[in-house]
């Protein structure tokens, strides 16, 4: 057996044990989605292959199918429509707590976790600033151990932090709504498309 084709066998082997992406969005429906009941919440809808969160004090959608609590992750693409605020706050399961990764807060270019130790994503350690531009989209990708978590967007990664012993929670108010996993923009509307997960090992 050449080296080409060793080569070829070994990479073909480790794509098989890869586990497959699950799709969450089929493109046409928010079928296994459900609005979130947000106060003053805008208005939600399925155009163009994308699920529109328009713009309301706060709009959502909630996963209504089951993911893991830690091991896990997740990707998708986003934008921001229209506004100046998040258009990607995206609350997660972790252990037996929950999360927020904000994507665009106050103000519009705040990049970060809510909440870790009582700080939210403008106050702790992965709170970073980056533009964003509208009606562009973002590729989005979320990494979930039990003990880390990593956030790319496009290619960058942007959050790589450890969170044993951490206290790990959402910060308080309506975004308790979005548990256990759940989408929501502030003051903007946000489209999203390409949502998919899949399991990762123990770390």
């Known amino acids: 057996m050449t080296r080409a084709i060793l080569s070829l066998f070994v990479a073909a082997a480790f ?11 089929d493109g046409q429906s928010l ?3 459900k609005e979130t009941p947000f106060t003053g919440k805008g208005t939600v809808k399925v155009q163009d292959g994308s699920i529109v969160l328009g713009k309301g004090y706060m ?12 091991d896990y992750e997740l990707r998708m693409e986003a934008q921001r429509a229209e506004g100046h605020d998040f258009f990607a706050g995206i609350t997660f399961p972790v252990n ?7 994507n665009g807060g106050w103000g519009g270019s705040t990049v970060g976790l809510s909440s870790l130790d009582g700080n939210d994503a403008s106050e702790n350690e992965t709170s970073i600033s980056r533009d964003f531009k509208p009606g562009q989209w ?33 910060r308080p108010g309506e975004i308790e709504l979005s548990k256990p996993f759940g989408i929501a923009t502030y003051n903007t509307t946000s489209k999203l498309r390409k949502i998919e997960w899949r399991p990762l090992p123990s770390k």
């Open 15 to 25: 794509a098989q044990q890869e586990p497959a992406w699950q799709s969450m969005f």
């Open 31 to 33: 079928k296994d989605w």
């Open 59 to 70: 709009t959502g959608i909630n996963y209504t199918g089951t993911l893991p609590k830690a």
């Open 96 to 102: 037996d707590s929950f999360l927020t990764w904000i």
């Open 138 to 170: 973002y590729r989005l990708w979320l990494a979930v151990n039990t003990n880390r978590i990593r956030a790319w967007i496009d290619e960058e990664l942007v959050i790589d932090v450890q969170i044993a012993k951490r206290d790990v929670a959402l």
